[in-house]
């Protein structure tokens, strides 16, 4: 079949947008109106609503051409702000994708202008529950004072304080995940023009054996994006040994924080 959709990354109004995409063929820039469409036509046989739903169970496929959407926009991003659009954004013709800008280009222009000198950045917490268990054990009264009661106390009575002292330490662990997402999220935010908070993950999803206490999402002028990485580095320094570490990445496109609403 021949490439006739038309599969849509992102748009921005940067007039010379066109030089990067010579050099990241098939890529095409469509001026629409004001703004700039990166873009490339695909055959119908691959991007077809059918044919992506069925596609999409195929990891590999998934994960090569995910991994390309986000890679596209990253590079257009270094040269200008951009609204980036979902994985899969397909378009049946020039015409459809012609109305859709035409529909939407107050929002368009909305969102250019809150994007503008703005950065999306990740920031995940992690903690190794043991290391946290081993330094609550050694730093705490209360587990002191247990055990030593333990360690006088008869076989029977012993038992009983274990399973107490194990208890208190796995209360004291929950306290400080909270405390401690706490101090990191006040003190990263501060730097920040808008957070958002998301689910926590699994470790099979984000290939780190430890337990994730904190997801989220920052978006950040780009002029505080040295004082948050500082300010990162800081709290990893500070807490890293009970256990937790911060995952800071960024810039990512901002997905988070756009809003494309119609006229």
Same mark, same amino acid.
Not at 8 to 26: G, H, M, R, T, W
Not at 36 to 56: R, Y
Not at 216 to 222: E, G
């Given at each position: 079949?021949?490439?006739?959709?038309?599969?849509?990354?992102?748009?921005?109004?940067?007039?010379?947008?066109?030089?990067?995409?010579?050099?990241?063929?098939?890529?095409?820039?469509?001026?629409?109106?004001?703004?700039?469409?990166?873009?490339?036509?695909?055959?119908?046989?691959?991007?077809?609503?059918?044919?992506?739903?069925?596609?999409?169970?195929?990891?590999?496929?998934?994960?090569?051409?995910?991994?390309?959407?986000?890679?596209?926009?990253?590079?257009?991003?270094?040269?200008?702000?951009?609204?980036?659009?979902?994985?899969? =954004?397909? +378009?049946?013709?020039?015409? !459809?994708?012609?109305? @859709? #800008? $035409?529909?939407?280009?107050?929002?368009?222009?909305?969102?250019?202008?809150?994007?503008?000198?703005?950065?999306?950045?990740?920031?995940?917490?992690?903690?190794?529950?043991?290391?946290?268990?081993?330094?609550?054990?050694?730093?705490?009264?209360?587990?002191?004072?247990?055990?030593?009661?333990?360690?006088?106390?008869?076989?029977?009575?012993?038992?009983?304080?274990?399973?107490?002292?194990?208890?208190?330490?796995?209360?004291?662990?929950?306290?400080?995940?909270?405390?401690?997402?706490?101090?990191?999220?006040?003190?990263?935010?501060?730097?920040?023009?808008?957070?958002?908070?998301?689910?926590?993950?699994?470790?099979?999803?984000?290939?780190?054996?430890?337990?994730?206490?904190?997801?989220? =999402?920052? +978006?950040?002028?780009?002029? !505080?994006?040295?004082? @948050? #990485? $500082?300010?990162?580095?800081?709290?990893?320094?500070?807490?890293?040994?009970?256990?937790?570490?911060?995952?800071?990445?960024?810039?990512?496109?901002?997905?988070?924080?756009?809003?494309?609403?119609?006229?």
């Amino acid at each position: 079949m021949e490439n006739e959709l038309i599969y849509v990354y992102c748009i921005s109004e940067n007039l010379f947008l066109a030089d990067l995409v010579k050099e990241q063929e098939p890529l095409e820039c469509l001026a629409v109106g004001e703004y700039k469409v990166i873009a490339k036509f695909v055959s119908p046989h691959e991007f077809s609503e059918v044919n992506m739903t069925k596609n999409g169970a195929d990891l590999a496929w998934l994960e090569l051409h995910a991994r390309n959407h986000i890679r596209i926009i990253s590079e257009v991003m270094k040269i200008r702000p951009v609204i980036p659009f979902k994985f899969g =954004t397909i +378009f049946k013709s020039e015409e !459809n994708l012609q109305k @859709f #800008i $035409q529909e939407y280009s107050d929002s368009l222009s909305e969102n250019l202008l809150t994007i503008k000198d703005k950065e999306e950045w990740s920031v995940k917490i992690f903690c190794n529950r043991n290391q946290l268990n081993q330094q609550i054990a050694e730093i705490s009264e209360d587990i002191t004072s247990l055990n030593y009661e333990i360690s006088v106390s008869t076989p029977g009575k012993a038992f009983i304080l274990k399973r107490k002292k194990e208890a208190l330490i796995e209360q004291k662990v929950e306290s400080s995940f909270r405390t401690y997402g706490q101090i990191c999220y006040d003190e990263l935010t501060a730097l920040c023009d808008q957070t958002q908070i998301k689910s926590l993950q699994h470790k099979d999803i984000t290939g780190n054996t430890n337990e994730m206490i904190l997801n989220a =999402t920052c +978006f950040i002028d780009k002029s !505080n994006v040295l004082d @948050f #990485i $500082q300010a990162a580095d800081f709290l990893q320094e500070k807490f890293g040994a009970f256990g937790f570490s911060l995952d800071i990445t960024g810039p990512w496109p901002p997905f988070s924080f756009i809003s494309i609403k119609e006229k």
